[in-house]
């Protein structure tokens, strides 16, 4: 018996059978956009090589004016569905099953022409809504129904239609949007007629042997969102209407609590779903932070759902569920909820893929295929950059040493492993080790390699990193400062006041983690986490929002966050998670200054200015003083080897160290081993 038994069960639909519990969510990963449908169809057919029982496309608009933005991918007439066939083939031919998923944005569609129950603007859209008319309503409805024939026509396996998220559907249903007074507003039986016409006219269009997802709101996480009662009366009249599965959304993208991100706590809203369970007799997908078959196992066995979603993990991991199956889930690349390459990518306007995996979403371009001229490679640097060179090298049949002066594998990422919300990359450090050792990597840990040691390699790679950057502050030699690495690697203590100096992503994660007392992090405690967001049971309180707002735990220092620029704090950082950081910072009472010189350190503190002028000087009275002012490439050992003469290629921090992350550190490596 496979120790995945519940994960792994078919799902009998009546007409059609899934062969497992899992749903690969839908994602806007932009690739539809690209028109390209033979790349579109490898990245869904990879992952129904994986096995994964269905897979929900991008959001497809089912008009001009409910499309998320200008320019995104239709499903409007026999051109769209020959292309549309491109991929469905594709999959079918891979034994996958998949599902369009037909989004109407509303008043989050990016237009002028955006439309929505009533003219009330979004707070993350620059664009009022236009209310519509009687008529207006009724051409979204056939709109849609539309959309989902056309589906059917171009061998989709079913359609899923977003009522969640706070999209189109969703705005009809909640009184802060929905101020009408006809039919389709007023009671919630009025508010809820949209959604519930939706899909029994779509029932109608497509027939009784296709699959119909509703993802439904369960949990708004906006001021006056559903109740849990409200939730339920709707589960049942979109049974009723016809629906097949129910997926589950959590909270409204307007929502000010993270519910995707990487500090957010593994199956965070996994209970919202179970709350359903017993009210309807179709099945119920839950969904958001799911990203281990030991999690989405456990799910399943304690009856929150009858099936589970991952989006992101299929990026990671294309082949998660083949990989559970085999008893190999430790070779399963781990999404670590980063958004980096994926939600930021797609926020940015760019494609997606993902930090750990850069062949996702770029499967015809960026193929790894065994090497017929097998190397010895010596790889110099265990961190990311390094690690990803390694594995990929060794993959393609080359033999490979990796080399690191430290006594463990992982570089930096062992440092941001430790910051509280960041546990993910515990796995990605772990599924590093696994890779080495499942292809016989040879390890040479504990050993700072010198030219001589790499004279009789065939390919030699430095991935040696960066070092702290030093900020010359006059007074930086005393005994109250330290540097990021004192405090994350060797753990010197620090006093209860304290200035980071320089605030990007490594100020920004040491804040946090002095912020919290040794090794406490909220991400690790479900109950406190959703007390430190106000995170509340939607039975009790409209919407899942907490009246008493946010109570986060008492800060463990006093912590003040300085950086040069008088811009906004935490500007650069994640365009997705940006405001996560900031929040949770202000949540501890940290203090920002922005615009400051650093004149000098001493006994009672640091010293400061403002302006060009260094003009009203101020004391930051802190104990302790801890430099993230940023890092430079080490290219020591680079040098010394192109002094010499032996040929090496350089990457990662070691090549560049301004805007590096693990993103683009992988990136490099993985594309450089693709080509030795
Ligand atoms: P490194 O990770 O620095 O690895 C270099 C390795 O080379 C080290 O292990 C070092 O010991 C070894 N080495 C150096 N010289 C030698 C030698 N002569 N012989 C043998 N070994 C040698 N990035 C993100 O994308 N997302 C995040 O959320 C994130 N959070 C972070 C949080 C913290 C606290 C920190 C410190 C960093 C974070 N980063 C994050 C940045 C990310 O970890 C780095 O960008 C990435 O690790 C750089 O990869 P690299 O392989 O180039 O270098
Ligand atoms: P960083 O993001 O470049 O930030 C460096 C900080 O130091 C800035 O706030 C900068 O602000 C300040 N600084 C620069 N030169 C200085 C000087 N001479 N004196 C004093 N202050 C100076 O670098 P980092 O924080 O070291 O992070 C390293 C890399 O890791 C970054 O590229 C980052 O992307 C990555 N990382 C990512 C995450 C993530 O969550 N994605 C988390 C951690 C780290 P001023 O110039 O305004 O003072
Ligand atoms: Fe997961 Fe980060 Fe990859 Fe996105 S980029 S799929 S969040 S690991």
Redesign the pocket.
Known sequence: MTAYRHMLAPLDLGFTTLKNRVLMGSMHTGLEETRDWNRVAEFYAERARGDVGLMVTGGIGPNMEGAVAPGAAMLANDEDIKNHSVITDRVHAAGGKIAMQILHAGRYAFSPHCVAPSPVKSPISPFPPNALDEDGIEKQISDIVATAARARAAGYDGVEIMGSEGYFLNQFLVAHTNKRTDRWGGSYENRMRLPIEVVRRTREAVGTDFIIIYRLSMIDLVPDGSTFEEVVKLAKEIEKAGATIINTGIGWHEARIPTIATSVPRAAFAWVTKKLMGQVNIPIITSNRINTPEVAEELLATGCADMVSMARPMLADAHFISKAAAGKSAQIAPCIA?N?ACLDHTFGGKISSCLVNPQACHETELVVTPTDSPKSIAVVGAGPAGLSTAITAAQRGHSVTLFDKSDELGG?LNM?KQ?PG?EEFRGLVDWYCTMVATLGITTQLGTTATPEMLQDFDEVIIATG?L??????PGQDGPNVMD?IDVLRHKKPVGKSVAV?????????VSEFLSEEDGHSTTEHLPEWMREWGVADPAEHRGGLNPEGPKPGHPARAITL????A?KHGK???KT?GWI?RAALKMKEVTFI?G?N?ESIDADGLHVSFGEARENPQTIAAETIV?????IPDRSLADALEQQGTRCHVIG?ADV???????RAIDQGTRLAATL
């Open positions: 980063c980096q930096q941001a910051i960041k960066v702290p950057r030093d900020p010359a502050i990021y100096i320089g605030a990007g992503g490594i100020g920004f994660d300085l950086q040069r620029k811009e650069r950082l994640g998670t950081h922005g400051v650093y430099l993230c002012a940023g890092q921090g160290a301004a805007e590096l992350d693990a993103k």
